[in-house]
């Protein structure tokens, strides 16, 4: 039995955007157009042109990354425990600040753990299993939990696990009543605490550096997806409740349109493909905003891997963040609209966010004897 419990007014069901400014390039002209004017609206200018936007958090370049976990993913990671799935999402063009924000600063990737350095996802790993042990402490044997991780990315609309090194045939998704959408056969890793977990999400990065130098791709074409499942069992009552919860963190690929790419033949196909995922996502999102306004209209989750994996992210069952990164020189004013206006567009997503719990043993036997009962009358 599942049971619907909505999520409370007060935290809102809406997919909550933040929008993280990275430090200037300095190897580009020095002119900025992008200025924060305060910690919910930053202003957008060329020229005596200027446009402003509001969302639910801005943070500047001197945002430190436990800033922007405070402000982005510890609500998440607090449902997740609860039983809510939740979905953060990095997007912005390539150099934007994707990888920094999700993971921390790539080139300086270390195995210390836990690190200042470090982004969403390793932290969120740290909290989660704080959070985790809390719960043990309190109730010792009668919470019980168990975790695992897996990590793939989508390329060219083909799912390739990150957990094998090497692997090249690509993994399917199917659809069950009792799953959703999930990767068929992709390696799930249990992992008992955050040091496990890290060494999962660290096996799984080297891995993609290792598939991008032999298979001649471009990490910065892929989207890398990197899901941890939840489940608890929750025996404090006179019943066992089981809630489980999925924790999808997703650094997608590039923004930029083709025409910025510069490339062909090969390349240029597959920024076309990435392209068409992203563009999935963004018409997924233009037919949801255009329902919340009452028309009626068909959601393509189905058009792209991406988008049909995290329909519950998008318009479903899950609490969802998206970050918007952005890059504040002038040169890239195109691309920096394009996303600012992307992420004011997410904004108006509403998702309806629900406790999975199953309920074991009594509960059940009870509910069957009422329900024979009620024939009988
Ligand atoms: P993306 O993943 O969007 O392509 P990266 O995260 O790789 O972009 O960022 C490009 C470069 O900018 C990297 O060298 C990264 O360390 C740096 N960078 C990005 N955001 C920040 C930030 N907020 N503070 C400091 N350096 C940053
Ligand atoms: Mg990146």
Not at 100 to 107: D, R
Not at 114 to 143: A, C, N
Request: proline fraction near 2%; glycine fraction near 8%; charge should be positive.
């Amino acid at each position: 039995m599942t049971k619907d419990v909505q999520a409370g007014k007060k935290l809102g069901d809406s997919i909550r955007v933040f929008v993280r400014v990275r430090p200037p390039a300095n190897n580009l002209d020095s002119s900025v157009c992008l200025k924060v004017l305060s910690d919910a609206e930053i202003s957008i200018h060329q020229k005596s042109c200027s446009k402003e936007f509001t969302y639910d958090h801005v943070v500047d370049q001197y945002a430190s990354q436990e800033n922007v976990f405070g402000a982005v993913g510890k609500r998440i990671v607090e449902g997740c425990v609860e039983g809510y799935n939740g979905t953060i999402f990095a997007y912005g063009q390539t150099g934007s600040g994707k990888t920094h924000t999700m993971l921390g600063p790539s080139e300086d990737f270390t195995n210390k753990f836990p690190d200042e350095k470090h982004g969403v996802i390793p932290r969120s790993l740290e909290y989660l299993f704080q959070l985790i042990d809390q719960k043990k402490e309190m109730h010792g044997e009668k919470m019980e939990f168990l975790c695992k991780c897996s990590f793939f990315e989508i390329y060219q609309e083909n799912i390739y696990d990150l957990l094998i090194t090497g692997a090249i045939s690509a993994l399917h998704l199917r659809e069950s009543v009792s799953r959703g959408v999930f990767v068929d056969g992709v390696v799930e890793k249990i992992v008992t605490s955050a040091e496990e977990a890290f060494m999962v999400l660290k096996t799984g990065w080297n891995n993609r550096h290792v598939a991008t130098t032999a298979m001649n791709r471009e990490s910065s074409r892929s989207h890398a997806v990197f899901t941890i499942s939840i489940e608890a069992k929750d025996k404090t009552g006179g019943v066992t409740k089981v809630r489980t919860s999925l924790l999808n963190m997703v650094d997608l690929a590039g923004s930029e349109r083709q025409r910025d790419t510069g490339t062909s033949g090969l390349r240029l196909k597959e920024a076309g493909t990435i392209n068409k995922s992203l563009s999935v996502l963004g018409n997924v999102i233009m037919s949801l905003v255009d329902i919340e306004n009452g028309r009626e209209r068909h959601v393509p989750y189905r058009d792209s891997k991406l988008t049909f994996l995290l329909r519950d992210s998008v318009g479903g069952n899950a609490r969802t963040c998206l970050i918007a990164n952005v890059h504040p020189n002038s040169y890239f004013y195109g691309e920096t609209l394009t996303t600012l206006q992307f992420a004011q567009r997410a904004k108006m997503i509403k998702n309806k966010a629900r406790v999975n719990e199953d309920m074991h043993g009594d509960v059940v036997a009870l509910q069957t004897e009422i329900k024979k009962l009620k024939q009988l009358l």
